[in-house]
Each structure stands twice: as structure tokens, then as C-alpha cells.
């Protein structure tokens, strides 16, 4: 059975390939390398500017602390 929300993406053809390398290499659904790497970055922006899923406005803190601003919450 399948979970989560279903989207479709287009890839550049050099993303694609890298995307079926990965996956074929680790043995994972190219799926799976896709959601790995998104959690990746989910987790990094997390880190680096405590901003969670859910947050009112995620891209506006994303990008004061992209720009070294202070970053508020609340």
C-alpha cells in the first residue's frame, strides 16, 4: 500500500540521471532518492534556521537567514 500525497516533477536530464544512479547504486526506487534528498534539505533548513514544517512563513525566515539576518519565530 502506498502513502503520502502523490506530484509530479520534471527533472533536467543531468538531475534524472544522477536521481536513477543513486538509486540503482543503493538499490532504492528513484522515489526513494528523491524523498531522501528532500528530507535532507528539510533537515539542513531546520537546522540552520529552526524554521519546521508548518511554520507560517517558512520562506521568509529561510531567507533571512540565507542572508545572515536574525531569524524570529513566534
Known sequence: ??????M?????A???AFVAGQAE???N???????RAVRERMERT?????VQFGDQA?????????KGDPVTHG
Do not use: F
Not at 509530479?8 to 533536467?12: D, V, W
Not at 531546520?46 to 529552526?50: I, K, N, R
Open 1 to 6: 500500500m502506498r502513502q503520502g500525497e502523490q
Open 14 to 16: 543531468d538531475l534524472k
Open 58 to 66: 517558512p520562506a521568509a525566515a529561510h531567507e533571512a537567514a540565507r
Open 25 to 27: 547504486r543503493y538499490g
Open 46 to 50: 531546520l537546522a540552520t534556521t529552526g
Open 8 to 12: 509530479k516533477i520534471r527533472l533536467p
Open 29 to 35: 526506487s528513484q522515489n526513494a532518492e528523491i524523498v
